[in-house]
């Protein structure tokens, strides 16, 4: 099974500036999407192929990396973004998630 | 567009089998795909449970594997989730969502999207 290590557990960012999520698997993938969840809502899906934004994402979101590190950035926070967002790969079964990063504001 | 939604009891007691449904609407699962159940614990992340093709070609997650049954009712565009040998640690919120990608000749390869918006289920007496 691949593991999935999401950092940091909690990030603090003021409304306007950036973040900076990271993912590490266990093991080197090519296939892995980043959601974002809100409280009492399902998760929602952000990116997938650690680049694409899937449709009606906004350009401030964007995915990057490779082998085993990958990175959400949110280049400018608005204040609908503050929630927690999970990494999944999908190069393995048994699909696995990331323990999730929750994004605050600080 | 694509909707689901799922449904079932919301308590269920401890040894027995819980079961729940998805419903699709805004596209035929005949047409495709693999569709899949993802869990989550209270206050806890996301666990994969398992996903199935129209054809009832299925993966489940080893962890749940002997316990779980994913089918498919194309007649009635939904489909469905049995977790046998209830205990506490299976209280979560269940969902359903389509599994999108691609498939190679080997295996396939897929991000969940849409997600229903989730059940809750209770183990408990």
Sequence with gaps: EIVMTQSPATLSVSP?????????????????????????????????????????IPARFSGSGSGTEFTLTISSLQSEDFAVYYCQQYNNWPRTFGQGTRLEIK | QVQLQESGPGLVKPS???SLNC??????????????????????????IGSIYVSGNTYYNPSLKSR???????SKNQFSLKLTSLTAA???????????GH?????????????????????SS
């Design chain 1, 16 to 56: 306007g500036e950036r973040a900076t999520l990271s993912c590490r698997a266990s093991q080197s993938i090519t296939n892995l999407a980043w959601y974002q969840q809100k409280f009492g809502q399902a998760p929602r899906l952000l990116i997938y192929g650690a680049s694409t934004r899937a449709t009606g």
């Design chain 2, 16 to 18: 027995e089998t819980l």
């Design chain 2, 23 to 48: 419903s699709v609407s805004g596209y035929f699962i005949s047409n495709g795909y693999y569709w899949g159940w993802i869990r989550q614990s209270p206050g806890k992340g996301l666990e994969w």
């Design chain 2, 68 to 74: 779980v049954t994913i089918s498919v009712d194309t």
């Design chain 2, 90 to 100: 299976d209280t979560a919120v269940y969902y359903c969502a389509r599994a999108n």
């Design chain 2, 103 to 123: 498939c190679d000749s080997s295996t396939c390869y897929n991000w969940f999207d849409p997600w229903g918006q989730g059940a809750l289920v209770t183990v």
